[in-house]
């Protein structure tokens, strides 16, 4: 079954900590993932995409197939990264649809 | 920027009344999903439309949820008669196309979602 895991509710640093926001998958073949954020009062909207390799706001995540993971790092955390971070996978039905974790809160301490 | 529009942002109801929601994708977008959001959980697909024609509806509880995108543009998911469990967040999202692995264009864009209360 293709499945993605974030296995933290919250995820609580202060500033100018490192981040890092764990994401795993099960899925066969080769995945295309993605990393959405939600900001207060804001909507879903994407951050980034592994087939992209980009680094946005500071925040990169790297494609590990041997761990089957694609975790969401960030070496000095900011208070305005305080918000709802969710991975995602795409479906291998072809059809586009996303198969979304349960999400993790970060929140950044001043 | 274009963005996806949704309406009502809020809806309180009593059970076994109907309900409907209301979703306008980004001109072009020929893709079109639903996605539910109970508290606590990530979104999870209902239903996808390609144009006017359903592609998956495998989620979608077809007893009491329909939903229709008439003329392949804006779209209408209505439940009925609706239960206090229907409580939840209701996503919309489009995207250029959906099959095209690894281009841009099967980014999914999302509303601001429509937050159904069921007394």
């Known amino acids: 079954a293709q499945r993605v895991t974030q296995p933290e509710k919250l995820l609580s640093v202060f500033k100018g900590a490192p981040v890092e926001l764990k994401c795993n998958y099960s899925y066969s073949g080769s995945p295309e993932l993605f990393w959405y954020v939600q900001y207060s009062r804001q909507r879903l909207q994407l951050l980034l995409r592994h087939i992209s390799r980009e680094s946005i706001k500071g925040f990169t995540a790297d494609l590990n197939k041997g761990e089957t993971s694609f975790h969401l790092k960030k070496p000095f955390a900011q208070e305005e990264d305080s918000a709802m971070y969710y991975c995602a996978l795409v479906s291998s039905s072809n059809t586009g649809k996303l198969i979304f974790g349960q999400g993790t809160t970060l929140q950044v301490k001043p | 920027e274009a963005e996806v529009a949704q309406s009502p942002r809020y809806k309180i109801t009593e059970k076994s009344q109907a309900v409907a929601f209301w979703c306008d994708p980004i001109s072009g977008h020929a893709t079109l999903y639903w996605y539910r959001q109970i508290l606590g959980q990530g979104p999870e697909l209902l239903v996808q439309?390609?144009?006017?024609?359903?592609?998956?509806d495998s989620q979608l509880p077809k007893d009491r949820f329909s939903a229709e995108r008439l003329k392949g543009v804006d779209s209408t998911l209505k439940i009925q008669p609706a239960e206090l469990g229907d409580s939840a967040m209701y996503l919309c999202?489009?995207?250029?196309?959906?099959?095209?692995?690894?281009?841009?264009?099967?980014?999914?864009?999302f509303g601001a979602g429509t937050r159904l209360s069921v007394l």
């Open positions: 439309f390609q144009d006017e024609s359903v592609v998956d």
């Open positions: 999202a489009s995207s250029l196309v959906p099959s095209q692995r690894g281009l841009a264009k099967n980014i999914q864009y």
